[in-house]
């Protein structure tokens, strides 16, 4: 059966979407891979499946590029809300993922704003090997730690143009700390309400953005007593706002906009 599908981004922070409501998830692990190659495939750096649900508009599945699962993405949450709202002419919809029943409204500038849930600090929340104080990790550049449904990996730097991104971030990822990887960013706090961002993304390399990254760069930034309850992150690709008043929820708001709609081949499918 063929495969449809649509290809968005959010600031360049690209993303596709399979709508598999009333049908079973088609995606397995060697076909989210296939989907992401970027010569032979589709490419993205997330690709969410669009699922029924019994207490909300949809349920999401997420997958890396890589063929791994993870558990949140704030950019490809906003895309697929953005369909949804637009097939049913309303500006707020409920998602479940992996982190709960998130909402998502259309803003009166047309932007996408998504409740991303509690950030989790805990050490065996994040997750991390040992038990630890996870504002400060003992590591080189004492980074600091939390969850939003994935790791994330926080270092505060004066100069960004400075950091080898694509040396330090595969380091960090997988260094023994994080049993189930991280996300590693690296942030060069302007002022207390603006941050520059740059990111190695856990199974997906350097993207232009990533959603659950701002969040988790932020959320790292306010525990830190760097940065003010609303920050504009500014990324490779553009820029979104993350809001946290430090125990609630945190809600991530920014432009999304579809690239192009398509069907995957069948020798794409069968290979």
């Not at 296939?34 to 909300?56: E, K, S, T, Y």
């Not at 993870?70 to 049913?88: I, K, N, W």
């Not at 004066?158 to 040396?167: F, G, K, R, S």
């Amino acid at each position: 059966m063929p495969l449809s599908f649509h290809k968005m981004h959010a600031n360049g922070d690209d993303f596709v979407i399979v709508d598999s409501r009333n049908s079973p998830n088609p995606i397995t692990s060697h076909l989210a891979r296939r989907m992401g190659d970027r010569n032979r495939g589709i490419g993205f750096n997330q690709l969410a499946v669009v699922l029924d649900c019994d207490d909300a508009d949809a349920r999401l599945v997420f997958w890396n590029a890589d063929g791994s699962t993870l558990g949140a993405c704030g950019s490809a949450t906003r895309g697929a809300a953005d369909r949804l709202m637009r097939e049913s002419s309303l500006t707020s919809v409920v998602l479940r993922t992996q982190r709960g029943l998130l909402t998502c409204q259309r803003t009166s500038t047309g932007a996408i704003s998504v409740d991303m849930g509690k950030p989790l600090s805990g050490w065996s929340d994040i997750p991390l090997a040992l038990e630890m104080d996870t504002s400060v990790l003992p590591l080189a550049g004492d980074p600091a730690a939390c969850s939003m449904g994935n790791p994330h990996c926080t270092y505060f730097v004066d100069d960004l143009a400075a950091i080898e991104v694509a040396t330090i971030g595969p380091a960090i990822e997988n260094d023994p700390l994080f049993p189930l990887r991280t996300n590693v960013h690296f942030v060069q706090v302007i002022d207390r309400a603006h941050i520059r961002l740059r990111i190695w993304e856990r199974g997906g390399g350097i993207p232009l953005g990533s959603g659950s990254c701002c969040c988790g760069a932020v959320v790292n930034g306010i525990r830190r007593g760097l940065l003010d309850s609303c920050v504009e992150v500014e990324c490779d690709g553009g820029v979104v706002t993350v809001q946290w008043d430090g125990a609630g929820p945190v809600f991530l708001t920014g432009p999304v906009e579809i690239t192009f709609s398509g069907t995957l081949a069948d020798a794409v499918l069968n290979a």
